[in-house]
């Protein structure tokens, strides 16, 4: 199986002035939290070790895990991060700490304001069938050209097509990572560390990074539309 890492850091600015009082991550969806649906998805896959790395708003995280923990029986763990970190500045210093176990099992990193139906079974089943140090998880984004778009050849006109809408593959904010990558890129240091930091470094080291494709539902819960949208997706599914 594998370990957890929920990263629930964030300060949430785009859904302020909400954020002021509650973090992303514990904003409900239907009847329950974003970070209760994860670690509820996350235990029914069977993953039970789960680490959840905070900042903003942490005591108000504190006073919870411990009733998650014992709802869905796992092990709850708070890192508690000083000054913010970046998606993978915890992870990284975690990845070095599970390398030194008997137990070598890759490290799962989830953004904890995404709402999606990813499969994390098929997602771990992938990553360890293709033999990637890294994979990363992620979803078409439909971008439709707000104008007319030309198809032409050598100056002559083949047709228009109307404000067609094109699918872009987007970082999903899942990644499974093998142990061994917290050694290799500890020269990035314990500050913040974004994944496009850890995407560059990776393949400038000839890692192998592979990429899978998730088809379903996928929700960066960012906005309060977006928000209305998680709810809508999660009552379709009857999870709400």
């Not at 098929?122 to 984004?141: E, I, K, L, Q």
Request: charged share 20%; proline share 5%; aromatic share 8%.
């Amino acid at each position: 199986m594998w370990t957890t890492l929920i990263v629930a850091g964030g300060f949430g600015t785009r859904l302020s002035p909400f954020t002021k009082v509650i973090p992303k991550p514990l904003m409900p969806i239907g009847d329950h939290s974003l970070l209760e649906r994860h670690i509820s998805t996350l235990a029914k896959a069977g993953s039970q070790d789960i680490f959840i790395a905070v900042h903003y708003c942490a005591d108000l995280f504190g006073s919870i895990v411990g009733a998650l923990a014992a709802r869905y029986g796992v092990n709850i763990q708070l890192l508690l991060e000083p000054e913010p970190r970046g998606t993978f500045g915890s992870a990284l210093a975690l990845c070095h700490e599970l390398a030194s176990c008997k137990e070598c099992k890759p490290l799962m990193v989830l953004n904890g304001d995404i709402a999606s139906d990813l499969d994390l079974i098929d997602f771990h089943r992938f990553h360890m069938t293709s033999g990637a140090d890294f994979s990363v998880a992620v979803n078409d984004y439909i971008y439709r050209v707000p104008y007319g778009v030309v198809e032409s050849h050598d100056s002559r006109m083949l047709g228009v097509r109307e404000k067609p809408a094109v699918p872009f593959p987007v970082l999903a904010g899942y990644y499974l990572m093998q142990p061994s990558i917290g050694t290799l890129l500890r020269f990035l240091g314990n500050g913040e560390v974004g994944v496009d930091k850890v995407l560059s470094s990776l393949l400038e080291r000839g890692s192998h990074v592979s990429t899978y494709q998730h088809h379903g539902k996928w929700i960066d819960a960012g906005t309060i539309e977006d928000l209305h949208r998680a709810n809508e997706l999660f009552s379709k599914r009857g999870m709400a």
